[in-house]
């Protein structure tokens, strides 16, 4: 039986103040808890309220029960200061400990300056690589890049003192994982701390104090786990407490297992074996949002590819595992057989995509065949670079010579070679568009959409319309759309007279060749979205919807329509312009 360090300590729980009682408290066995293994934190040090705390966490071999406290609880590092000797070996037996227990965090200070680091032993046990984020403030993360599991231990790399703690130290690792290295080393996780807090005149720790104005108190039997100091200080009473309480046990957190799942339509629990010897098809519908996961992190790969005209979307890890025959289907759905689901791979990704299963009587409710984010994407690249192929076209009936690809910044047979790889502004265009997707993403699709297709350079169009006939005073301060859209009247008034495509060549101006062109407003619209970051400029963006046909009312349940309506509208509108340019040039 464990023991019971809050049953055995002499101040109350109901009174005992919230710091106090998580130190005394053992940690549960979830996977998802992080466990705090090394600490230096003080809060109002010299008012009413003061509280500090210096804690480190011991790796300690054994059976149950507690162990007496230890000498590093008062200055919270395994080592300080730095040995003493002037002779050659005096170091030799040297080895930084914690009472002779191996810990955790290894935690280092002289009073002044104080360092810390997740001990070797840990790190080189489990796997785990660290990264350092931050300038002036810096924190070491360490990651397990094998499954891959982010941030299975972090903390700040160092702190000082003068006069006062320059910086909160706080280091915390996954449940999990320190469950598993405990477990490897046969060892327990013990907390030893020093905690001392300001406290009012509580009655119950009066009681204990037995009318004294200080008293120091241990256990009455068995080993002193604890040294209490109780003294009145500053109108209340202070607290000082020396411990050292066991908190995590080597016992396993529940694994993460797809062994024994029930999928949606199957009326037995799916097991590995029994996946792979499956011959059918047997699909599994997911929720795209399966797929934000993978999106959001650039440690992954989530290009979508096009196979035998169908788009898949498999994520995988860097060479480690993938996912497989990732089909997409309907706006929001993904199709996988269930066998390619159960193929090599963690389970906890296996069962991360369980969690976006779809039942399948709410399939009846989907159209299946409804063109999905990606399909959008690829018909905006289609148009793009028909569009670059014409301009460039254009250009040599007028003089100027540029690609394609320096035109709109897509090269026709990297794509047809490659697909996306080489474009990821596509993928980012592409990521999962949920229905019910907030304002702020729709915002940022709409930016990155505009983004994508305005790569034109100003001068090369402003060159043509020179060239057509347009006065250059007039051309010179326009912008990409106003330049775009006199490109499209110009092309328009030939084509409407049948003129072959050397017309475009004009020393006089064109009648009409700046009016407003309704094929391009959704491009305008577009445009306005990009920078609609205030209520006001998105209350006229949502009237300009309306105006060019879309039910605003829609955008109450979330901005997946508004979304795929803004996309339709850009890409017919550059379809417009590259089916004009097409037009002409068709006519030498």
């Not at 309220?49 to 149950?64: I, Y």
């Not at 990732?326 to 995509?353: F, S, T, W």
């Not at 399939?363 to 999905?372: S, Y």
């Not at 014409?390 to 009936?397: F, I």
Request: net charge negative; glycine share 8%.
């Amino acid at each position: 039986m464990p023991f019971d360090y809050l049953a055995a300590f002499p101040i109350p729980v109901h009174v005992m103040p919230p710091r106090l009682r998580g130190l005394l408290e053992p940690v549960g066995l979830s996977p998802s808890l992080f466990v705090e293994v090394a600490s230096m934190q003080e809060s109002d040090p010299h008012g009413e309220h003061a509280e500090h705390l210096h804690l480190l966490m011991a790796v300690v071999p054994g059976a149950d029960g507690p162990i007496e406290v230890l000498s590093e609880a008062g200055h919270g590092v395994v080592e300080y200061s730095v040995p003493v000797g002037d002779e050659c070996g005096c170091s030799a037996e040297f080895s930084p400990s914690i009472s002779g227990h191996d810990y955790i965090v290894a935690a280092w200070g002289n009073g002044s300056f104080y360092t810390f680091n997740l001990a070797e032993k840990v790190w080189m046990t489990l796997g785990l690589t660290p990264r350092c984020v931050g300038n002036d403030q810096q924190r070491l993360i360490y990651d397990d890049l094998v499954l891959p599991e982010f941030g299975v231990a972090e903390g700040e790399v160092s702190s000082d003192y003068h006069w006062n703690l320059k910086r909160g130290v706080s280091w915390r690792m996954s449940n999990e994982y320190l469950r598993r290295y405990l477990w490897l080393r046969g060892a327990r996780g013990v907390r030893v701390f020093y905690y001392s807090a300001q406290l009012p005149n509580i009655p119950e720790v009066r009681a204990i104090m037995e009318g004294k104005s200080h008293v120091a108190r241990k256990p009455a039997e068995g080993v002193a786990w604890y040294d209490l100091d109780i003294r009145e200080h500053n109108g209340g009473l202070l607290l000082q407490l020396w411990a050292s309480v066991e908190a995590v046990r080597p016992e396993l957190c529940p694994e993460q297992t797809a062994e024994g799942i029930l999928w949606p339509g199957d009326a037995q629990p799916m097991t590995h074996a029994r996946a792979d010897a499956l011959t059918g098809h047997d699909p599994v519908y997911l929720d795209d949002r399966f797929l934000q996961r993978y999106e959001q992190s650039t440690f992954y790969d989530s290009t979508p590819a096009h196979v035998w005209g169908q788009w898949y979307s498999s994520p995988s890890y860097r060479g480690q595992w993938s996912f497989t025959n990732c089909r997409r289907i309907g706006r929001n759905l993904i199709q996988v057989p269930m066998r390619e689901l159960y193929k090599p791979k963690p389970d906890r990704e296996i069962v991360h995509a369980r969690s976006f299963a779809v039942e399948p009587a709410d399939l009846a409710h989907v159209e299946l065949n409804e063109e999905h984010v990606v399909a959008k994407v690829q018909r905006l690249l289609d148009v793009l670079l028909r569009l670059g192929d014409g301009l460039s076209a254009l250009g040599k009936t007028v003089g100027l010579n540029k690609s394609s690809v320096e035109l709109t910044g897509f090269d026709r047979a990297e794509v047809t070679a490659n697909g996306w790889l080489a474009y990821p502004a596509l993928s980012r265009l592409a990521q999962v568009a949920p229905l019910d997707m907030t304002q702020q993403m729709f915002l940022a699709r709409c930016k990155s959409l505009h983004e994508v297709w305005q790569r034109i350079p100003n001068g090369y169009l402003k060159s043509l319309l020179e060239r057509a006939g347009c006065p250059r005073a007039a051309v010179k301060d326009l912008g990409s759309l106003k330049l775009l859209q006199a490109l499209l009247n110009v092309i328009e008034s030939l084509n409407v007279h049948e003129e072959a495509s050397d017309a475009i060549a004009s020393s006089g101006e064109r009648e009409g060749w700046n009016d407003r062109n309704e094929a391009l407003a959704p491009l305008f619209l577009n445009n306005d979205l990009r920078i609609a970051d205030a209520h006001e400029a998105m209350e006229k963006c949502l009237t300009a919807l309306q105006q060019l046909g879309f039910d605003t009312a829609s955008v109450n349940a979330g901005y997946g329509r508004a979304l795929d309506f803004v996309m339709d509208g850009a890409i017919n509108a550059l379809e417009t312009v590259a089916a004009a340019i097409e037009k002409l040039l068709s006519r030498k």
